[in-house]
């Protein structure tokens, strides 16, 4: 029985050195690897990584009294400009359908003053000549007396693009 005992001792000896072995063929070179190169004049640069967010020294937030579509966005974000520069420009599209719709309007109650006045100056010819009642004389001076106010608020004058344009108000931080 001694016999089979010492080969398992043999057996397990000779495994352990098999690991051994095998730990030590995988472990790194111990050398040092290195590079080298020619030495050289340039720049020296250093990376900086780092998180958070920059804030600008002066943030100028920029909005129009009207609204509309932008039609042309004549800066782009964070661009150098000078105060005065045109940025912006609104489609006039909205507003000219408004001034032609205002002109109508006022087309609109000029015609109804103009009939108001010929209805009066005919009731007046004809109470004149006695072929009309008093009373429709009286109607058709009263209409032609009402005060008579087209809705045309908000009208821009015809062609003027200058309040449909966005300028900077002040001058943009230079790069540099």
Known sequence: MLWPKRALIIFLLACAVACAG?????????????QTIV???GELLQVVTASGQLNPVLKVEVGSQISGNIDKLLVDFNAPVKQGQLIAQLDPATY??????AQGKLANAKAGLELAQLSAERAKA????????????S??????????KPSCSGILIHGSEFWLQIMAPLPGAQPG
Do not use: T
């Not at 000219?96 to 719709?101: D, T």
């Open 22 to 34: 095998w730990y030590y063929k995988q472990l790194p070179d111990a050398s040092a690897n290195y």
């Open 39 to 41: 030495i050289s004049r």
């Open 96 to 101: 000219e359908a408004n001034f032609i719709q």
């Open 126 to 137: 004809l109470r004149a000549g006695k072929l009309s009642p008093e009373a429709d004389g």
């Open 139 to 148: 109607v058709a001076m009263r209409r032609m007396r009402s005060p008579w």
